[in-house]
């Protein structure tokens, strides 16, 4: 671990669950300010109670600056994931049940993702977006004649739900619910209200529980009767003659529930938020929506950044400007503060649908850890995007329930209004 001195630079603390619960302008200063004097900073080990206290003793270097980001992302030789993808720390079995290959290193790394990327086929894919485009469709149709509602429990929270059990073939009822529960639960540790008076660690380790016990029964199942959805195709992948195990099965289920539902859930919330704060945005966007709705997904993943960090472990003594990095470090690379960067974006504070280019690293930095579910998220946004501007077009949602996080930038409420749709 650094020697270094921390440094909170006018008490800007990214460590303090206190700084999580500030609002998005509060924290996009601290950044800019962080970006400006010491965008390669120090900070003191995260609050956090995944750890016994006694354990939970490392500090974290945060690279701010997009360029840092790009490089550190690409330097997978220095800048490990092995050891961890959050500024918090998980004991290291919890790393290996829940996080599954984007926590590895190569060469495990490259035979999971290649494993990976062959139940991803162009075909598989081709009927996933069909599936996606399905669920948007129905959904809307469900929520147009209410005329209000809070969005994230009538779009935000299903969406995904019907996605991910479209995906992997979940039985209606009790199976479905208890796995769409465990996903929706599993990265709210730092949130007073999902936790609910557990501990963050309590309410992780049951979500990621139940997920195994879901994939327990379901692996078997599609080995013996194989159909046509992803965990079957993952259950057959191979990649140089090998396939996965059950854990690596299990773990893998895991890392999807994440990315089907935390991050496409909180960024649709927030696509319907950006586009009620800004209206001639919203106004921008009806008057063309085939035309413009490519560039608007992207505007809203530059602008919420639905993760807002992912962490490495330096494996290596490293100089990054004046800051000497040492082995053993956790780096952390603060999407959110890259994706506001004043030498990659003009006026980065200003949501524009038509940006382009839009270099943002909302899906990372690049290099082999970068998230093979990008072109889902962005499927998902648009079909959800198109099918809410063109039937519901002056639907506004400008008052938020923001979620305290550090990891995900979530929105646990979203109230909205709009001209009902007619029959």
């Known amino acids: 671990m650094s020697?270094?001195?921390?440094?909170?630079?006018?008490?800007?603390?990214?460590?303090?669950?206190?700084?999580?619960?500030?609002?998005?302008?509060?924290?996009?200063?601290?950044?800019?300010?962080?970006?400006?004097?010491?965008?390669?900073?120090?900070?003191?080990?995260?609050?956090?109670?995944?750890?016994?206290?006694?354990?939970?003793?490392?500090?974290?270097?945060?690279?701010?600056?997009?360029?840092?980001?790009?490089?550190?992302?690409?330097?997978?030789?220095?800048?490990?994931?092995?050891?961890?993808?959050?500024?918090?720390?998980?004991?290291?079995?919890?790393?290996?049940?829940?996080?599954?290959?984007?926590?590895?290193?190569?060469?495990?790394h490259t035979q999971l993702r290649g494993i990976t990327l062959d139940a991803f086929k162009p075909k598989n894919m081709r009927r996933l977006e069909g599936w996606i485009q399905g669920h948007a469709r129905d959904l809307v149709s469900e929520m147009?004649?209410?005329?209000?509602?809070?969005?994230?429990?009538?779009?935000?929270v299903k969406l995904p739900g019907r996605i991910f059990g479209s995906f992997f073939?979940?039985?209606?009822?009790?199976?479905?619910?208890?796995?769409?529960?465990?996903?929706?639960?599993?990265?709210?540790?730092?949130?007073?209200?999902?936790?609910?008076?557990?501990?963050?660690?309590?309410?992780?380790?049951?979500a990621v529980m139940d997920l195994h016990d879901v994939a327990a029964q379901l692996i078997p199942e599609r080995r013996a009767n194989p159909g046509d959805d992803l965990l079957t195709w993952m259950v057959q992948a191979e990649f140089d003659g090998k396939k996965m195990t059950d854990n690596e099965l299990k773990a893998f289920f895991v890392l999807l529930a994440v990315a089907a539902n935390d991050t496409t859930r909180h960024a649709s919330a927030h696509a319907i938020y950006a586009l009620s704060k800004f209206p001639a945005q919203r106004d921008?966007?009806?008057?063309?929506?085939?035309?413009?709705?490519?560039?608007?997904?992207?505007?809203?993943?530059?602008?919420?950044?639905?993760?807002?960090?992912?962490?490495?472990?330096?494996?290596?003594?490293?100089?990054?400007?004046?800051?000497e990095i040492k082995a053993g470090d956790k780096v952390v690379l603060w999407y959110i503060s890259g994706n506001r960067d004043e030498d990659v974006f003009v006026?980065?504070?200003?949501?524009?649908?038509?940006?382009?280019?839009?270099?943002?690293?909302?899906?990372?930095?690049?290099g082999p850890p970068s998230c093979l579910g990008a072109a889902l998220a962005r499927t998902m946004l648009k079909s959800l995007i198109t099918e809410v501007y063109t039937r519901i077009p002056d639907i506004s949602a400008p008052e938020p329930k923001f979620q305290v996080a550090n990891f995900i930038n979530g929105i646990n409420s979203l109230p909205a209004t709009w001209t009902p749709e007619r029959a």
């Open 284 to 323: 921008l966007l009806v008057a063309d929506v085939p035309g413009r709705v490519g560039t608007a997904v992207e505007e809203v993943l530059r602008w919420a950044s639905p993760l807002l960090h992912m962490r490495r472990t330096a494996t290596q003594d490293f100089t990054l400007g004046d800051k």
């Open 347 to 366: 006026d980065p504070l200003t949501f524009d649908i038509l940006r382009n280019p839009n270099p943002h690293t909302a899906f990372g930095g690049g």
């Open 144 to 156: 147009a004649h209410l005329g209000e509602g809070d969005f994230v429990e009538l779009v935000s």
């Open 3 to 108: 020697t270094a001195v921390a440094t909170t630079h006018k008490d800007i603390d990214l460590s303090a669950r206190s700084f999580w619960a500030k609002s998005p302008e509060e924290r996009d200063q601290a950044f800019a300010v962080l970006r400006r004097e010491n965008p390669v900073s120090w900070s003191r080990p995260a609050e956090s109670d995944l750890l016994p206290a006694e354990l939970n003793t490392k500090g974290f270097w945060s690279l701010t600056k997009q360029a840092d980001i790009r490089m550190a992302s690409r330097h997978t030789e220095v800048f490990s994931s092995a050891q961890g993808i959050t500024m918090e720390d998980f004991a290291p079995e919890m790393i290996e049940v829940a996080q599954s290959f984007i926590a590895m290193d190569a060469p495990r």
């Open 169 to 206: 073939g979940l039985p209606p009822g009790d199976v479905h619910q208890k796995t769409i529960d465990a996903a929706q639960r599993l990265l709210g540790w730092t949130d007073p209200e999902i936790c609910a008076g557990r501990t963050g660690l309590e309410l992780f380790g049951g």
